[in-house]
């Protein structure tokens, strides 16, 4: 196997990995960078077209995040041959995210928030869908090339990260032998609200092609799913008991149907009231919709629970309204995670920062110059501190309580080194991770298995496996 990175590897940005084996191209991923805009947010798919013996025969897109999925109308547009692997779930999912990614192009550029012309179009997006092939989860089918010099059978495996997220199986035959490579795509060996843990191939492997988003975060590995979820109810109930309005700024696809679950069994428990009102608004309603209707054909830990059967209120729009909504004691689960501007977090953050009774809980990862990160350094800092949420508004005074809990749907860094000793295989690719990340996993996994080859990849550096 020939291995490529095509996006940035210093950073988690666009996922988007060329497997060459025996001479079948197989672009794994088609992710864009969710920090960037336009052209620069793309993988670069020239370097295939550059090289006389690179090529595509099929593409694996192992769930719905951006990062994962969002490129992938332009990666059609230069290989319109190609047939598009995913698991069923994800294939529902992407009849969603993508149209919603073309709108919102094409939104920012009419209003002046973006140079860069949308990618794609939303009427492209119905000419692809022939070209996806959903299947099941176990289940071998193949991706042999058509110049393809060995059979190749790939099979997803439960990921455990979001709905529909899958890690994905190689096998193929050489020299008499039959080698294994497994990518893990974003993966969770312990379950959340919804989605259960990860599942994994029979060890041994060949090759382990391993995410590392967390190999940087040493606080990770010193929580637990349990602890966050008591500390996480202390803290609601608290802000609820004094009138306070909680925001909960949320990633829309995911995270967001997680939490609504957990609120849902500590009303259930009584560990928050009953009666308290949980609003949600715009996509993460549709991305609940989805949930459950796939409910009995995709991994749950409960496949009777459904996220609308969470008692939740629409946020209203009209001033009015949205201002009593506000009025606590209430509960509001908002896009985006990380709060950046001109979305509906922002707006209630900026709404609720000044009044002590608030809180702002953040329950994902925040990238260092986000306005979440800057929320939480501000707040951090006491006294008043300041922080500007939106660059066309004034700076606040942080006076709300200011908490981060964390319920990732990554594995922590030393859950995925016991996952390097389950699966034993003879080499280990970093990938999804930033710089410091993949050097922590690296040392590690050399400090601890020092038979294992570690591969740390270089973008459009091919590398022999």
């Not at 715009?282 to 459904?306: C, H, K, V, W």
Request: net charge negative.
């Amino acid at each position: 196997m020939q291995f490529v990175s095509l996006g940035k590897t210093e950073a988690i940005g666009a996922s988007c990995y060329l497997a060459l084996i025996g001479n079948t191209g197989i672009l794994i991923d088609a992710g864009a960078d969710p920090d960037e805009e336009g052209p620069a947010s793309l993988p670069d798919f020239d370097l295939i077209h550059k090289r006389s013996d690179w090529h595509v025969d099929h593409v694996l897109v192992t769930h719905a995040h951006h990062d994962h999925i969002g490129s992938l109308p332009v990666l059609v547009r230069h290989f319109p041959h190609v047939r598009v692997h995913m698991t069923r779930a994800t294939r529902d999912l992407t009849d969603f995210v993508l149209p919603a990614s073309a709108r919102l192009q094409r939104r920012k550029l009419q209003e002046g928030n973006s140079i860069h012309a949308p990618l794609f179009k939303e009427e492209e997006l119905e000419e692809h869908r022939f070209l996806y092939a959903p299947h099941d989860l176990n289940a071998d089918f193949d991706v042999t090339g058509l110049r393809g010099q060995c059979e190749i059978t790939a099979r997803f495996y439960h990921a455990g990260h979001v709905l529909g997220a899958a890690g994905v199986l190689f096998s193929w035959e050489s020299e008499g032998e039959i080698r294994r490579a497994f990518y893990t795509s974003d993966t969770n060996q312990h379950p959340q609200s919804i989605v259960p843990g990860g599942n994994y191939p029979e060890p041994p492997v060949d090759i382990l092609i391993l995410e590392s988003t967390l190999g940087a975060d040493s606080d990770a590995e010193l929580t637990t799913r349990k602890s966050e979820e008591k500390k996480f109810a202390d803290a609601l109930a608290n802000v609820l008991a004094r009138g306070g309005t909680v925001l909960i700024p949320s990633f829309a696809f995911g995270r967001a149907q997680e939490i609504l679950a957990l609120l849902h069994r500590f009303k259930e428990l009584g560990r928050i009231p009953f009666d308290i009102p949980v609003y949600t608004a715009g996509s993460m309603r549709a991305f609940a919709d989805i949930y459950d209707r796939t409910r009995f054909n995709t991994p749950r830990l409960d496949e009777e629970f459904r996220v609308f059967d969470v008692e939740q209120m629409r946020l209203p729009r009209k001033p009015g309204s949205l201002n009593n909504a506000l009025q606590g004691p209430a509960i509001h689960l908002a896009a985006s995670g990380m709060m950046f501007e001109r979305t509906t977090s922002n707006d209630l953050a900026r709404r609720l920062i000044e009044d002590e009774k608030n809180a702002i809980f953040l329950v994902g990862f925040a990238k260092e110059d986000s306005p979440a990160a800057q929320l939480l350094a501000a707040a951090e800092e006491g006294d008043d501190a300041e922080v500007q949420l939106d660059r066309m508004k004034p700076a606040q005074p942080v006076r709300c309580e200011v908490r981060r809990f964390r319920f990732s749907g990554h594995s922590h860094r030393r859950d995925l080194i016991k996952l390097v000793e389950r699966l034993a295989p003879k080499t280990v690719v970093l990938v999804h991770g930033e710089t410091n990340a993949r050097t922590w996993m690296a040392e590690n996994i050399r400090f601890f298995y020092p038979d294992i080859r570690v591969v740390v990849p270089e973008e459009g550096t091919p590398v022999d496996l």
